[in-house]
């Protein structure tokens, strides 16, 4: 009773907080699990729009537009910040508060394209990681992440497949069995990929990924026979995308992307050295690697169940989603990172789950792991 008193008047506060706004939306998303307090909740912090200024404040982010407070976050309690487009300002004071609290700062476009992050500079000095990291691009281990990575993508999406199925069983019957045939085809393309043999991953990669991208395309088909016909979605797209469907996607991955990354920071690992996915300039492709094994259970099923539920993926005249559609699309990403999947003969908070995979590779490439073993979200 008491626990619950406690979040109500949190969720109450924070309301009064908030100033009425046509401009500018923040969202604060505050982690309370049953049987927590307060005390220990995790809160995140997203703030968009033009004209508001991001400041610290006696142990607190205060958020302020025009001179006026708009909300703010005990800084014991922040678990990230999570800055959308321009026209925010943050002040230095911030910026240092949140790298010596260890909380991140990062900043995305309004399509969900990840700009940049703010870590503090001890947390990339792992010397030993990284350069065993670089190594392991050069020999069998980075043929078994690659491996791997593409192997956890295929069973979640074959999972997921089932998930929506074993709803549809009562209903469309065809449809059922249709679903669950395209998920049992996904094991030929795991044992197709367990075939491939190569010395090290450049000798290997686009034989990898031409298997990864067959099964993709029987997955995305399958998709599309269940999401509402009036999305009139054209196929899966990545950037640049205009439809409302995939923008929604494409937007749900740069939450999580956020979430990888620094996953990824904390384990002591390079962002921008990856396996799966080749190198280029800017490029973060351990993040691509590593996000593979999670886009299915915490984007795509949260996107392809709000669509269902027929929640209004809207859309301005340049084909961008608005600002309410965005603040909804975060908050369902990040409130599907807190919930709990079966990992390790435990149910575990899937946020935990990606830090626990960042350092079972971390470990791997180390030589301190025999084996990397993907994530696989259950049905």
């Not at 008491?2 to 979040?7: A, C, E, G, H, T």
């Not at 909380?103 to 350069?131: D, E, K, M, N, W």
């Not at 393309?189 to 991953?201: A, R, V």
Request: with cysteine; glycine share 6%.
């Amino acid at each position: 009773m008491n626990s619950l008193k406690n979040k109500n008047s949190v969720l109450k506060s924070l309301e009064d907080s908030v100033l009425p706004a046509e401009s500018f939306s923040i969202l604060l998303l505050a982690a309370l699990f049953s049987n927590t307090q307060y005390e220990g909740a995790r809160m995140e912090l997203i703030v968009e729009g033009r004209g508001l200024f991001v400041g610290k404040h006696q142990g607190r982010l205060r958020v302020t537009r025009e001179q006026k407070t708009v909300t703010e976050v005990p800084l014991i309690h922040l678990d990230q910040v999570i800055v959308i487009d321009s026209g925010v300002a943050i002040s230095s004071d911030v910026v240092r508060t949140c790298v010596e609290e260890g909380i991140p700062i990062h900043f995305l476009s309004q399509s969900g394209r990840a700009i940049a992050g703010l870590y503090s500079a001890g947390l990339t000095g792992t010397v030993l990681t990284r350069r065993a990291q670089l190594m392991a691009y050069e020999d069998a281990r980075g043929v078994a992440l690659a491996r791997a990575f593409i192997a956890g993508k295929l069973e979640n999406q074959a999972n997921l497949l089932r998930y929506m199925a074993k709803y549809r069983k009562e209903t469309d019957y065809a449809l059922y069995e249709e679903m669950m045939l395209v998920a049992l085809e996904m094991r030929d393309y795991l044992h197709e990929l367990e075939q491939l043999k190569g010395e090290n991953i450049e000798t290997i990669r686009e034989r990898l990924l031409s298997v990864e991208g067959r099964a993709a395309q029987r997955y995305w088909n399958t998709i599309a026979r269940i999401i509402p016909i009036e999305l009139d979605w054209p196929g899966r797209e990545t950037r640049g995308a205009t439809d409302r469907f995939n923008s929604a996607l494409n937007y749900g991955y740069g939450i999580l992307y956020c979430q990888v990354e620094r996953a990824l920071t904390l384990a002591g690992l390079d962002s921008y050295g990856g396996f799966l996915h080749a190198d280029r300039p800017g490029k973060p492709s351990l993040v691509l690697d590593l996000i593979e094994e999670f886009r299915q259970t915490v984007v795509d099923r949260t996107i392809i169940g709000l669509v269902n539920k027929h929640f209004a993926i809207e859309q301005d005249e340049d084909h961008r989603l608005t600002e309410a559609t965005r603040k909804k699309l975060a908050e369902k990403v990040l409130e599907r990172l807190e919930s709990s999947e079966l990992y390790e003969k435990k149910r575990q908070a899937l946020r935990f789950i990606l830090q626990s995979q960042a350092r079972h590779l971390a470990l791997f490439v180390r030589a301190e792991r025999e084996r990397y073993e993907p994530f696989v979200a259950g049905w």
